[in-house]
């Protein structure tokens, strides 16, 4: 079974900084790549970031591009996403799960969705 967990959360002032890792377990880096989702109370859920297996691609909301990026290292089973600039609006429980681009498109397997870890940006 793929299991993702994510770590990394915690509490951060406005225009400061986090960084998210994803620990993978069962997961054929081969084949998929791995992205994070967040969820915040009364939002709708959104895909935040994804990495292909290769590294070659990779996926940023609008809502976040200049501010994430994304890594991987497939010796060590992690993705990362390093977050800058953070802003109250990033405040989510943050999930990665695993994920594919194809012609610049996104396909998120929710199947995949491990436990989160909460980001929380206030002053």
């Known amino acids: 079974d793929v299991q993702l967990q994510a770590s990394g959360g915690g509490l951060v002032q406005p225009g400061g900084s986090l960084r998210l890792s994803c620990a993978a377990s069962?997961?054929?880096?081969?084949?998929?790549?791995i992205g994070w989702f967040r969820q915040a109370p009364g939002k709708e859920r959104e895909g935040v970031s994804c990495?292909?297996?290769?590294?070659?691609?990779?996926y940023y909301a609008d809502s976040v591009k200049g501010r994430f990026t994304i890594s991987n290292d497939n010796a060590k089973n992690t993705v990362s996403l390093q977050m800058n600039n953070l802003k109250p609006e990033d405040t989510a429980i943050y999930h990665c799960?695993?994920?594919?681009?194809?012609?610049?498109?996104?396909?998120?397997?929710?199947?995949?969705w491990g436990r989160g870890t909460q980001v929380t940006v206030s002053s």
């Open positions: 799960l695993e994920c594919t681009i194809v012609e610049g498109k996104v396909y998120w397997n929710h199947e995949t």
């Open positions: 069962g997961f054929n880096f081969d084949a998929d790549g």
């Open positions: 990495i292909s297996n290769t590294g070659d691609s990779t």
